[in-house]
């Protein structure tokens, strides 16, 4: 059993470099594994099977079954399917670990938790000060194996509380010393993350902890110290929150609150908000409308769930976290000391991530998930020990089940793990060789055909081999999955204005302009769009909207300075000609014409 705890445990450790989507992709990978030893351990341990009664079963099976109805509604079909079939490995560990823990494995798997959480912290102090034995794009940034410090902070704010639940209940002076020291430990580098909303979270699960033991605390006093904090924390610089957060996670909310008007029953489609929210957002602010930038997330996971799932999926939700506070309620009636100290700081480890969850997505995060679902299974072990459905199932049905899950999963995650590193190897060499990136890209779809961006980066490629008939193949594929998307619909009309097909370029490079007005290039290329067609008072309107944007995109001087030459104003073609000589001084097809 002791070999379970570890692997549950170093979860969050879990990392591979190689892979493009080195964080996340490999711990689920690991739980998925995980998953596949408790089914087996499940199989071993009992020679007669009896099913525990679980509150939790039905609102985590209503969820999958409603996460495939919202493919009704999804762009992209395969989000929908991943979104279900990480819920689905969820749903397996949560099933299993209730059949095979028991109660006096709780508290053993917490402290495997707190101990191996340690390594998080200690190298995220390293990282803090510029030692890193992995060379992170992210620089003095105590992101420790988790991705960024805002993931690293929350799963922090679901372990805290179980430091509390030992230090009170400990015995051993040594062990009560260690597990304070892991607490400021866990302090500490919560503070250094600058996460707002693990800040909210993390005072909100202390107090609560305290509130429904029944200790008196001096609630004025601490909430003056936490605002104090807090503004003080937001005031520094260095290393310090992120410029415009607040801001922009507002414009974010708004909008995902009229998409979800706009589609109230199904949502977008589950893992469809990343794809929708770029087309139904309008007038989005800078800062969100990077080039080519997907926006990834609500920043809120309530919100999420409620727009990818509609009003039914929200309402399951609900249904969830009803029950969560229905055994919670009555566990803390009917258990004493140990056990009740235990129940509430797992209900404050569950609490405190949903506060957080308020403004940004843990519950897409593998470690926090796992920890979230792990939480859920010691409440129904809490709940529910001694309680067994009277049905009696046979074992060789779960051996199929295990058979198929493994095989199935298997051929998922090493199909997917593949496709991800060849992708990384792609995108890594995509300028310094592009002969080699191209090839890296057409081997990363052959393990993963649903992921648009190598066959945009193909495109891309062939679009500047000059293989137009070939760029639109791949940029058509790449759209099927993630049609909006600025940079590629640009790139669609380029082709397609290569090609003379001008009604389509002018379509997609509006597209473009309509997905993010703040991109200059787009602006330049429907203004070389429009000198071709003849329409010269249209390219000169986008040709000066591209200025506007960028003073210094000398594109846009030289192709005005060609209306103006062909007009006949030869000093205002002059003047732009000389302005693309400032900016670019080596740009040979000015000098022609300056001659």
């Not at 493919?71 to 560990?93: D, R, V, W």
């Not at 805002?150 to 922090?156: H, I, K, R, V």
């Amino acid at each position: 059993m002791a070999i379970i705890y570890i692997f549950v445990s170093i979860t969050p450790l879990i990392f591979f470099a190689s892979l493009f989507s080195c964080f996340d992709l490999p711990k689920f990978v690991w739980i998925f594994f995980i998953t596949c030893f408790l089914i087996f351990y499940f199989l071993k341990s009992k020679k007669d099977i009896s099913i525990k009664n679980k509150e939790f079963l039905l609102p985590i099976s209503l969820f999958l079954i409603w996460i495939i109805l919202t493919g009704i509604k999804s762009i992209n079909i395969f989000e929908t399917y991943k979104s279900f079939l990480i819920y689905f490995l969820f749903l397996n560990f949560y099933f299993f670990s209730t059949e095979i823990f028991e109660k006096k494995d709780i508290e053993k798997i917490l402290k495997f938790l707190i101990l191996f959480s340690l390594f998080i912290p200690i190298y995220g102090f390293f990282q803090l000060f510029g030692y890193d034995f992995i060379k992170w794009e992210i620089k003095n940034s105590p992101l420790s194996t988790l991705g960024r410090r805002n993931f690293a902070a929350e799963y922090l704010v679901m372990i805290i509380p179980f430091t509390y639940f030992f230090i009170l209940t400990s015995n051993n002076f040594k062990e009560k010393i260690f597990f304070i020291f892991s607490f400021f430990l866990f302090f500490l580098h919560l503070i250094f993350t600058f996460t707002r909303a693990s800040y909210i979270g993390f005072f909100f699960s202390t107090v609560l902890f305290f509130y429904l033991l029944k200790i008196r605390l001096p609630i004025k006093k601490i909430v003056s110290i936490f605002i104090f904090f807090f503004l003080a924390s937001s005031l520094l610089s260095y290393n310090g929150f992120e410029k415009g957060t607040i801001k922009s996670r507002i414009y974010i909310w708004k909008e995902t609150i009229n998409i979800f008007l706009k589609n109230p029953f199904f949502g977008v489609g589950s893992g469809n908000f990343k794809i929708n929210f770029l087309l139904y957002a309008k007038d989005r602010p800078k800062d969100i409308s990077l080039i080519g930038e997907v926006l990834e997330d609500v920043h809120n996971d309530f919100l999420e769930i409620l727009v990818e799932t509609g009003a039914i999926g929200f309402s399951i939700f609900l249904f969830l976290l009803f029950n969560i506070v229905k055994i919670f309620l009555s566990l803390i009636r009917k258990s004493k000391d140990f056990e009740r100290i235990l129940t509430i700081s797992i209900f404050c480890s569950i609490s405190g991530i949903l506060i957080n969850s308020l403004a940004s997505f843990p519950l897409k995060k593998p470690s926090t998930l796992l920890v979230f679902f792990l939480c859920l299974s010691f409440l129904e072990i809490l709940s529910s020990e001694n309680k067994f459905y009277k049905k009696k199932f046979h074992k060789n049905f779960f051996i199929f089940y295990l058979i198929l899950f493994f095989l199935s999963g298997f051929a998922i995650s090493y199909r997917g793990i593949l496709g991800n590193f060849y992708y990384k190897k792609s995108f890594d060499k995509e300028k310094l060789n592009p002969l080699y990136s191209k090839k890296m890209a057409f081997i990363s779809i052959k393990y993963n055909p649903f992921n648009y961006k190598p066959y945009f980066m193909i495109g891309n490629f062939y679009l500047k081999e000059g293989k137009y008939d070939m760029a639109m193949i791949y940029f058509k594929k790449a759209e099927k999955l993630f049609p909006y998307i600025d940079t590629l619909q640009n790139n669609i009309g380029i082709s397609f204005l290569k090609m003379k097909n001008y009604k389509e370029a002018e379509k997609h490079f509006l597209l473009s302009l309509r997905l993010n007005k703040h991109r200059a290039e787009t602006y330049n290329n429907i203004g070389s769009l429009y000198i071709e067609m003849g329409k010269i008072e249209k390219a000169i309107y986008y040709l000066e909207e591209c200025i506007k944007i960028e003073p210094n995109f000398y594109l846009a001087y030289f192709n005005l300075g060609i209306i103006y030459l062909e007009k006949n104003d030869r000093e205002k073609a002059k003047k732009y000609f000389k302005k693309v000589l400032e900016l670019n001084p080596n740009f040979q097809p000015v000098k022609n014409y300056l001659k």
